[in-house]
């Protein structure tokens, strides 16, 4: 079972919107302040956005907000709920951030695609990283209006191994099969990487980041090629 979460990041909302900056208040107590900001036009693009890929996955969409105290939120809910009867076929939630948060936690299963605005989005993805036991299974994308958009593992290139045979190559993997997927509309080619993924970790084979005993500890290198032997396999069971 994967979730898939969905945000914008990389324009808009708190990270990007105007005033921001220092200050002083009317006591004369230095301030930072930033503005939440979202127009009409960027919650309906990636809210299409989050509805297209809900369509290529459960056709199950929970969109994530604070619309009981932020303005913004209330325009973000508004907006995904118009969106919505463009899409009669997938199924629309909604949840506060604080209560997506928990059950995140709680009970991961529920949820399949989550859409939510760049903040609650970061925290969030994070969040769910651990439920894998490792950012090093988490593949990621940036996508635009068009074209395959970039694709890459959640994390960084962690300098701090590099050269040692030891980081996780599953999120690399994994993103090469979201390319296809969901960049070049190539889902049997994608469902092949995905099952051999986890055909490799039923098969027991585990990187330092999620290894625990019972387990054959391997490298980076071995781990890539025992995911090439399970290429064609059978389609496996949840782990």
């Keep these: 079972m994967s979730i898939i979460v969905i945000d914008l990041i990389l324009e808009s909302g708190i990270y990007f919107g105007k005033p921001r900056g220092f200050g002083t208040n009317e006591k004369g107590e230095d301030i ?21 890929i809900a369509r290529k996955r459960r056709g199950q969409l929970c969109s994530v907000d604070k619309a009981n105290v932020l303005e913004a939120s209330m325009l973000w809910r508004k907006r995904v709920m118009a969106i919505a009867s463009e899409y009669p076929d997938v199924e629309l939630s909604h949840m506060y951030v604080d209560n997506a948060a928990m059950q995140l936690v709680r009970y991961p299963k529920q949820f399949d695609t989550i859409v939510t605005n760049n903040i609650f989005g970061d925290i969030l993805s994070d969040e769910a990283s651990m439920i894998t036991g490792s950012i090093g299974m988490l593949p990621s994308a940036s996508l635009g209006e068009s074209g395959p958009g970039l694709f890459e ?41 995905e099952n051999a993924v986890l055909d490799t970790l039923n098969r027991g084979f585990r990187t330092g980041d999620i290894y625990s005993t019972g387990n054959k500890l391997v490298g980076c290198k071995e781990m890539g090629e025992e995911v090439l032997k399970s290429v064609d396999s059978p389609v496996p069971t949840a782990i």
Excluded: C, W
């Design 153 to 193: 593992p959640i994390h960084g290139s962690a300098p701090d191994i590099a050269g040692q045979d030891k980081a996780n190559p599953l999120a690399t993997v994994l993103s090469a099969a979201m390319l296809l997927k969901y960049g070049l509309g190539e889902a049997n080619a994608a469902n092949r990487i």
């Design 32 to 52: 930072g302040f930033n503005t939440e900001v979202y127009s009409t036009h960027e919650i309906d693009r990636i809210a299409r956005v989050a509805f297209e």
